[in-house]
């Protein structure tokens, strides 16, 4: 019998795991894929706070998942595949482990949001990709393309136009990053834009992808020959074993106040998964303090 259960290993998962360690509390965190989450899939962070030099990504993650079990945290490495969340003992299951804590803070973030291509999922990983980061350097030196506008399209093209020619392909007239990494993009040399563009198909070609490509009206535009295209289209949260539980939004996103209380007493959302207006690195530990120490609040109640 845990004290506290967190399921997701990002900023805010482990944030959560070393205040609730540090609190004297029995927790384990249970993590599906890699630790870190979105974060360890990013090349160079330069807006966290604490580091004037960039950081990269895993190293960040590394530096947290090295620092919450110094405090005492145990880390499993599984996927949650059933949630019993309702009672005084919620239990979640891992194919035949079972596991029971008296509260659980729920931290499995967002992933990236797919294109909705007809043969999307054959392609992926022949010249499709949803992580530049990764698999930018099997494309050294050959034309890519990224599709999307915000802040992940940015970091994306940035990287790759570092060893790539790079389109980048946004379905709006304006990014909808800002900033510095938008003006980066704008004058990078390595990089052309392809305003008010979506993708329409992308069929595998001699050299990589031919992606078919409509404007804002439909209309076909020239086909776009690539060697590999990244998807950064924005982001869907890791909600789907939740429904029918806790209250979600039309998005999918836990519903949880800023005490990242959620409709169920004792469970806790923190990160990307919680609906809030600014989702950031610094905004998901915030979270997993504040879930954290409203866990021991809980337990301290009860």
Not at 274 to 280: A, E, F, G, V
Request: hydrophobic share 40%; net charge neutral.
């Amino acid at each position: 019998m845990l004290d506290v259960l967190i399921v997701g290993g990002g900023p805010a998962g482990m944030t959560a795991g070393l205040y609730a360690a540090r609190a004297g509390l029995d927790s384990l965190l249970l993590e599906g894929e890699l630790i870190g989450g979105q974060v360890s899939t990013t090349n160079m962070l330069e807006n966290y706070p604490g580091f004037p030099e960039p950081i990269g990504g895993p190293e960040l993650m590394m530096r947290f998942s090295e620092q919450a079990e110094r405090a005492g945290l145990k880390i499993e490495y599984r996927p949650v595949t059933r949630f019993e969340l309702g009672g005084e003992i919620k239990r979640l299951y891992s194919g035949e482990h079972v596991y029971q804590a008296r509260s659980v803070i729920l931290t499995m973030g967002a992933r990236r949001r797919k294109l909705g291509l007809e043969n999307e999922e054959a392609l992926v990983g022949r010249g499709l990709s949803y992580c530049a980061t990764c698999d930018g350097a099997f494309y050294r030196g050959k034309p890519v393309a990224v599709v999307g506008g915000g802040e992940t399209a940015v970091e994306d093209a940035l990287y790759l136009a570092a060893q790539s020619k790079v389109t980048l392909i946004h379905r709006r007239d304006s990014l909808r990053s800002a900033g510095i990494g938008a003006r980066r993009v704008m004058e990078n040399p390595n990089i052309q834009i392809l305003w008010n563009t979506r993708v329409a198909s992308a069929q595998p070609s001699a050299n990589g992808l031919t992606l078919r490509l409509i404007d804002e009206n439909g209309q076909d535009r020239p086909p776009l020959e690539v060697a590999g295209c990244f998807v950064a289209v924005g982001t869907q949260p890791g909600s789907e074993l939740l429904k029918g539980q806790l209250e979600l939004d039309e998005a999918g996103y836990v519903v949880a106040s800023e005490d990242t209380q959620t409709s169920i007493p004792g469970v806790f959302a923190a990160g990307d998964l919680r609906k809030k207006p600014l989702k950031q690195i610094v905004t998901a530990v915030s979270d997993g303090a504040v879930a954290a120490s409203m866990a021991l609040n809980w337990l301290h109640n009860r």
